[in-house]
């Protein structure tokens, strides 16, 4: 289901939509997004996943040129603990075509960043793959419902 999408000038854009069938948000990033555009679309997760209680994000950057976010100091202390707040808890990230890697590849060791999980993929398919099984484990662990 299309929730919104962010169109730049330039014919860029961000794409947010939200799949009922595996329980996650993609954002879908086309063309070359400047870091402001970068930042926008970000924000506007955060603005979309209000209320939604979506634990799940699929960041889409195959169709992405140039670079993404030239710093991740934005994401580490703005965006991502207000997507945590927000009940967010496993991101698959993946990398853009072109290139095969952006600053995440370079800037993150662990998989792990506090309650979030951060996985990096070169395929879509093995990213959604990842994500369908996180929302099994977080079926498994969630605590029965009282009777």
């Known amino acids: 289901m299309l929730i919104n999408s962010l169109p730049d000038s330039d014919g860029s854009r961000c794409t947010l939509t939200f799949d009922a069938e ?18 926008r679309g970000a924000q506007n997760y955060l603005d979309q996943a209000q209320g939604m209680s979506c634990p799940l994000l699929l960041n889409d950057n195959v169709a992405l040129q140039g670079p993404w976010f030239d710093t991740l100091e934005w994401l580490e202390q703005a965006w991502l603990p207000q997507a945590e ?3 967010l808890r496993c991101i698959a990230h993946v990398v853009q075509q072109d290139t095969g890697a952006d600053i995440l590849t370079r800037s993150f060791l662990s998989p792990m960043i ?17 994500l369908r099984n996180c929302w099994q484990q977080q079926q498994a662990t969630a605590e029965p419902a009282p009777q």
Do not use: K
């Open 85 to 87: 707040r927000l009940g």
């Open 114 to 130: 506090g309650p979030l999980q951060l996985q990096v993929f070169h395929q879509v398919e093995d990213a959604e793959e990842w």
């Open 22 to 39: 595996n329980n996650w948000l993609r954002a879908t990033w086309r063309g070359y997004v400047d870091p402001l555009e970068a930042m």
